[in-house]
């Protein structure tokens, strides 16, 4: 399966990146035999409004991080993200794709989301399993509608976020601007980590957008894009404490202050005295991560995707500032009735505890999305919560009333592209073949969990077609599952003849198994087939 997703992925590079680099490549940036500590890890995602640049962000990650030889463009219909033809064609983000690749020692899971409203459920769920994200925000547009409605998506979850202001070589380009709009219309406390070189606000180009000033480690930050444009090269020198700079400097560790005791301390120490180039970077550093984590102020960073400007500095703030699993809250289960229940160390009298982050414990994890794939059938992406999901392990599905199924498969997706791996370990992301009877938001369980009864252990289910209106009643341990917002469109849908009522329901049953947002229902008056949803 390795080779096979090399040798798609090679046809997409550009000479000489053939077979056998690209295996040996993969193995070296990405082997899943040797899973990642927890704390190397990062479940991020990339939100913003429609064209605010996520995609081509997402290409330039990509390509530094060493995944590509050739750096995808959305005009040219390249990407590696989106892959669907109708998202080449109309050059948008239609459904989130999944991507994992390594930076500084670290496994990054990244999921690309649309940024049209017509597309909210796609954000919706994969916010449920995000640790971090970024926040894509146009220089010249400033916070937009969209931007708003996944920021508050993002709110809702407690998703520690960082910004990343784009476009700074386009016309009408502001930044200053933009950091209002961030702390006004997105009621967060904006940290700014970097700046241009030259102190105006106002569109970059040439020299000046390739030179920023790093307000947090005090260095000049060379983008070298003369020779090749990839601005693959980034030095760093030191700045020689240019007049606006060290007032940026200040205006960080003041807002730092304000809310961080520890910073407020350290900056009227002795060894400090209030003089913001004595500051250590170190401890402007953690104290932004804190801050962070605790989602009381999110860092900003500047660049311009496009022309390759800043990508880097954004890699390094998601591994420096955005947290790992271990780093958020261990979520809440419930049981069919509501009642909050324990995994673990439970007391009797008091059944309200968490799901920890325990790779020795039983099984949890979460479906938060279904494709369903030709030759593969449905494919099932899902967060391991606790214990360690293993290839041909038979999964209890708690919210079909105990169904059991098999997981035939296991996969690590490069957006299409897959890599058969033997387990995917708790606090990770990953594909599942195999289960025909799992939608969106459903909760997957060891069969000894400690939460099904003796009965639902050995009982055998019978699995019902897909589409069933008749739900079962939900069994053992469950998460929370995702809010679908209501419908916004009704039409009737019916064959074109009696030979293609059986395909038509079979789409129709595939369609809602990969949309959670779609139902399909049947008027009596009319008989009509009624199809309404996003």
């Known amino acids: 399966m390795l080779l096979r997703a ?3 992925t090679s046809r997409r590079l550009r000479p000489p990146f ?4 690209c295996a040996q490549r993969h193995r070296a940036l990405y082997a899943t035999d040797a899973i990642d500590p927890l704390s190397r890890v990062r479940n991020i995602g990339i939100i913003a409004h429609i064209d605010a640049g996520k995609t081509t962000t997402t290409e330039r990650m990509l390509h530094y991080a060493g995944f590509t030889r050739k750096i995808g463009d959305v005009d040219d219909g390249d990407t590696i993200m ?12 239609i459904q989130s794709a999944a991507i994992t690749f390594g930076w500084r020692d670290h496994q990054l899971h990244l999921i690309d989301t649309p940024g049209h409203v017509d597309f909210t459920v796609e954000v919706e769920r994969a916010m449920r399993v995000l640790d971090g994200a970024v926040t894509i925000v146009d220089a010249v547009s400033g916070v937009q509608a969209q931007t708003k409605t996944v920021w508050t998506q993002a709110s809702r979850y407690q998703i520690p976020r960082i910004v990343f202001v784009n476009k700074m070589d386009r016309d009408g380009a502001n930044w200053k601007k933009a950091i209002r709009d961030i702390e006004t219309k997105l009621s967060v406390r ?3 980590l970097m700046i241009p070189e030259y102190a105006g606000g106002e569109r970059l180009e040439g020299r000046a957008l390739e030179c920023w000033m790093d307000v947090v480690t005090m260095e000049r930050v060379v983008f070298d894009i003369g020779k090749d444009n990839s601005g693959a090269t980034v030095r760093r020198e030191c700045w020689g404490h240019s007049a606006h700079a060290i007032d940026a400097r200040e205006r960080l560790i003041e807002a730092l202050s304000e809310i961080d005791q520890r910073t407020l301390d350290v900056f009227l120490s002795d060894e400090v005295d209030g003089d913001p180039t004595k500051m250590p970077a170190a401890e402007i550093s953690a104290a932004i991560r804190r801050v962070t ?7 900003v960073l500047l660049g311009a995707s496009f022309r390759n400007i800043g990508v880097q500095p954004l890699l390094d703030a998601i591994i420096d500032y955005l947290p790992a699993p271990t780093d958020r809250p261990s979520p809440l289960a419930l049981s069919p009735g509501s009642i909050p229940i324990q995994l673990s160390k439970t007391d009797a009298k008091d059944r309200s505890m968490q799901v920890y982050l325990d790779p020795s414990s039983k099984l949890v994890a979460f479906a938060f999305k279904v494709i369903v794939d030709q030759q593969r059938g449905p494919m099932v992406f899902v967060r391991v919560y606790s214990g360690t999901l293993d290839s041909r392990m038979t999964l209890v599905n708690g919210t079909r009333g105990g169904v059991k199924e098999r997981a035939t498969k296991l996969l690590q997706m490069y957006a299409d592209l897959p890599e058969e791996i033997p387990s995917i370990a708790c606090g990770h992301i990953g594909v599942v073949l195999g289960l025909k009877q799992t939608k969106t938001g459903d909760t997957l369980l060891h069969p000894q969990h400690p939460s099904l009864s003796k009965s639902s252990k050995s009982s055998s289910k019978k699995h019902r077609m897909i589409g069933d209106s008749a739900e079962p009643s939900a069994i053992g341990l469950q998460l929370h599952g995702i809010d679908v917002p209501p419908p916004v469109f009704f039409c009737a849908v019916e064959a074109d003849s009696p030979q293609d009522v059986r395909p038509l329901n079979e789409a129709l049953a595939n369609m809602t198994l990969e949309d959670p947002s779609l139902h399909v229902s049947q008027d009596d008056e009319t008989g009509q087939t009624l199809l309404s949803g996003m």
């Open 18 to 21: 053939g077979l056998a680099a």
């Open 293 to 299: 984590l605790s989602s009381l102020a999110s860092p």
């Open 190 to 192: 904006p940290l700014v």
């Open 82 to 93: 989106d892959y669907l033809p109708a998202e080449r064609e109309r050059g948008i983000t």
């Open 6 to 8: 090399c040798l798609a």
